[in-house]
């Protein structure tokens, strides 16, 4: 199985994890701090995962075509503010982890 597949797998997973913080605060739709707490982690997190991959692979390069694919999702769903958590996350990794990269060259 390709990490692309795994990544997308674990997709759904996120999508659940934050539906069920924004419907369990439903009275404040996306906008709470349960679900955007949940969006926030989940974005550090796949972002880590994809970001442990090769270096310029495409891999890793699908992965984060990925975390993008979720962010977009997750706006079609209507759960702006998560998104927006969500890709804050996932991008501050990523830009971290390519500064420490290109710092090694």
């Known amino acids: ?6 990544v997308m797998r674990k997709a759904s997973w996120t999508y659940t ?3 069920i913080a924004a419907m369990a605060t439903s ?3 996306d906008h709470s701090s349960a679900a955007m707490k949940a ?6 997190r796949d972002a880590l995962e994809v970001m442990a991959l090769k ?6 390069e699908g992965g984060v075509l990925a975390i993008r694919a979720r962010e977009t999702e997750l706006r079609d769903q209507g759960f702006d503010s ?6 804050r996350a996932a ?7 390519l500064n420490a990269e290109n710092a090694l060259r």
């Open 1 to 6: 199985m390709s990490i692309f597949a795994i």
């Open 17 to 19: 994890l934050i539906a």
């Open 27 to 29: 009275c404040r739709g």
């Open 39 to 44: 969006a926030a982690e989940a974005g550090h």
């Open 55 to 60: 270096p310029e692979s495409m891999e890793r």
């Open 82 to 87: 998560c998104a927006a958590a969500y890709s």
């Open 91 to 97: 991008y501050n990794v990523i830009d971290s982890v």
